[in-house]
């Protein structure tokens, strides 16, 4: 994933109400930029650091730029925190064979229903889309917590998180296969695991997922001022 426009550089002021960051570019000016990320961002929005915005270009945004990038762990490096992206990058490294388990698959469907009031953020499948051979359920994690060489889901408590997990296990429950793959956007991540000392009940539930037969995966990605890439697999600890 290439961004479409250079990014601006400037340093995190501060953090506001979750979806919004304060920014001083290199100008001087301070702008308002929009962040997508939900979780608590531990480890990632600490005032002073380095952080790196993309325009905005569509026509009913209200704010003028996104947060895409902040610089962050010691030693530092670029950590992806715009949510957005990861499915994304979980479907470029799928259809390029990144990631083994899940390659071979004749099609990618994007935000499919997978239950009631819940979706699936890809659906991978062969034959017809509308009565496939085989399909596999994959729910995508992105994941900027980092704590002693170790990626950290979730960084804050996620009751939605369980609900996806639940589904995950009802679509094996059906004969189907169903993953669940965590996208770390930072490279000084060496395994995957549950954050059980933030939130328990996720930790538990994940373990039960696994289970009940959702494959847990995760995988790595480069990140880049401009652009990302998964391009490693993680061993994953329960």
């Known amino acids: 994933m290439q961004f479409p426009e250079p990014l601006v550089p400037g340093i995190l002021l501060g953090r506001e109400k979750r979806f919004l960051v304060h920014v001083r570019l290199e100008s ?4 308002i930029a929009h962040t997508n990320n939900t979780g608590s961002m531990r480890g990632c929005s600490e005032p002073g650091s380095r952080v790196w915005l993309s325009p905005a270009t569509g026509p009913r945004r209200r704010l003028a730029w996104t947060h895409e990038l902040v610089e962050a762990g010691d030693p530092p490096v670029l950590v992806g925190i715009n949510t957005q992206h990861a499915n994304e ?5 799928i259809a390029a064979g990144v990631v083994p388990e899940l390659s071979g698959h004749e099609w990618i469907r994007r935000e499919v229903a997978m239950g009631a009031g819940t ?12 009565a496939p051979r085989a399909r ?8 900027t917590l980092v704590e002693d060489r170790v990626a950290r889901f979730p960084d804050a408590v996620t009751a939605r998180g369980r609900r996806h997990l639940a589904a995950l296990s009802g679509r094996v429950a059906q004969g189907e296969r169903a993953a669940m793959l ?5 490279q000084d991540a060496m395994a995957m695991g549950p954050a059980d000392a933030i939130d328990p009940a996720y930790g538990a539930a994940l373990r039960q997922a696994r289970d009940d037969g959702v494959e847990v995966l995760a995988c790595r990605a480069a990140v880049a001022t ?13």
């Open 28 to 31: 001087g000016e301070q702008v």
């Open 89 to 93: 990058l979980a479907r470029e490294a």
């Open 119 to 130: 979706r699936c953020d890809l659906l991978l499948g062969d034959g017809p889309r509308e």
């Open 136 to 143: 596999t359920w994959v729910e995508v994690k992105n994941v």
């Open 182 to 186: 965590f996208v770390v956007q930072r």
């Open 226 to 238: 401009t652009g990302i890439a998964i391009d490693t697999r993680l061993p994953v600890q329960l």
